[in-house]
């Protein structure tokens, strides 16, 4: 059952214009995008994932997981490119995107749920390598089953990104905090994670199993800050073109170590740091 303290966020996703969309995600470190799944769709994903040749987790046999899909073709591989993703990610990042992982883990009845953590992590570490050391990353958990209260449904510290304190210290893990918040939503939704923001699940004491596809992209220039592993030509060469096209080199970063005071051809427009681009 829901503890009393727990508060469930009851925003409606679909009023939200492309300003609120970002504001929220950019603010908050979470944000939820509705429906972009359809009933055929899922259908068809949810008939790869029975498939999967999974692994448990060292807290739990109840929940489990692969990574590394993005190779496994089809359908799977396609929602790399999903377009009404891709379009808000582009919004929110510019048009230059970078695809870093993709996983899938499942929440069967019994999961004792997933601590409060942060996927980025500056340094890199023993549980996520480097792939989401990068300065700015976004995770897109695409949910096949319907989060309620008892279903695992997503538990966040809402702007605990923003943090300066000691207590934001990408590295920690905390058990539950006082200010956590549960997210709700219809198999077929998104919810998007600043990388930064701590947040984890609730327990699964609920009928069904839940299943999570997560994708991280980031902004072309956000490199991570250690080597990661570079794409198989030959498997590259498999996948379709717009899934292709966000496949560019992980280790690629935009940055200029010996830049000066006043570079030459400076700009005076970036609508991208727009302070009103969050009211449009």
Known sequence: MVKQKDYIVETDWTKLTLGERIRHFEVEGYLVLPDLLDPSHLGQLKSETATFDTFSVDYSVHQRGCQDIQFWGGIITELIAHPKTIEFLTALCGSKLIFMSYDYARSEPGHPGISLHCDGQPWGSEIFGYEQSCPRLIRVLYYLQDLTPEVSPFKVVPRSHLSFHNDGNPYLRYEEHPEQVMITCKAG???????????????????YYREMLGIAYRPAWSGPSGEVKQW????????????????????????????????????????????????K
């Open 232 to 279: 198989d030509t030959n498997e590259l060469a498999k996948v379709p073109r717009d899934v292709r096209e966000l496949m560019l080199d992980p280790n690629s970063r935009t940055w200029n170590f010996k830049g000066g005071n006043k570079p030459a051809n400076m700009l005076k427009e970036a609508p991208g740091i727009n302070p009103s681009r969050w009211g």
């Open 189 to 207: 939704s998104a919810v998007l994670i600043n990388q930064n923001v701590f947040h984890g699940n609730y327990p699964n004491v609920g009928s």
